[in-house]
């Protein structure tokens, strides 16, 4: 009994063994036969060595003969087999997500529009779908933190601002209510002023009243200024975020000095059209 007949035979060392026992029994039968009969036609095609008989793993040898061919047909299905498992693995192993059919818009995120000024669901689908990737707001904060970006590094940003009517228009907002607060602490002083003799005749009461006024207004004030700087932060504006760092300060008084600039222009551009 041949234990050997179904197994899996990849390097073709039992085609290659059973080539060589017909070998074998072809010529023990030629040596032993007394009389050599006229060849014919069959017997010599029987007989005689297959000319690809050295190359064990020759297709025409395999083929000579039904065993050959029943190995040679199981090495095939063995080799297509193990093709299939390399070619057929999930796709996980490779880090290729059943997301990436669909192509990622790289513009999908604009941080200067108040419209959309997050990431798309899309694009955040397909990045936590990525094997050990972070979320996609994380990543991009981690990469670039556009509050803690100099003035010179924001520069090149604030110019692409010029475009964004967006920006412009929260801008040109928050100018305005400033505007409007300072037009009303000036009047409300004013008007103070105006009466302080009358309401408060004693000089020391008059000064404790005019102090506690002051103080309300910088409050007011400062109010204000922290409302901007979330705002600013909110559109995407670069190196703005709500501090009162005099450093800070100092950095964000030079870019609101640009964008209040550029809107300007922009509103000479709006008359002059």
Sequence with gaps: MNLNHNKYDPHGVQRLLEILRR????????????????????????????????????????????????????????????????????????????????RFDPYALNPFSASDAVISKRALAVASAL??????????AEARDLASLSFAEALP??????????????????????HQLEHRLSKEYR???????KQFPNAKARRAQDEKRRIAMLHQWDECVRKQQDELKKAGIPAVKVTTEKREMDKQRKVLNVLVEMLDDAETEDRNG
């Design 131 to 140: 094997p050990n990737a972070k979320p996609a707001v994380a990543a991009s």
């Design 23 to 102: 070998q074998q029994d072809t010529n023990s039968n030629a040596i032993s036969t007394p009389v050599i009969a006229a060849p014919t036609s069959e017997t010599r095609s029987s007989t005689l060595p297959h000319p690809y008989a050295s190359n064990p793993f020759s297709l025409a040898s395999s083929s000579s003969s039904p065993l050959g061919s029943r190995i040679h047909a199981i090495d095939v299905e063995s080799e297509a087999a193990q093709r299939r498992r390399n070619y057929n693995a999930p796709s996980a192993n490779y880090g290729v997500s059943a997301l990436s059919d669909e």
């Design 157 to 178: 940003i604030l110019s692409t601002l010029s475009t964004d009517s967006s920006a412009l228009t929260r801008i040109r907002t928050l100018r305005k209510q400033q």
């Design 191 to 197: 008007q103070f002023s105006a009466t302080a003799d």
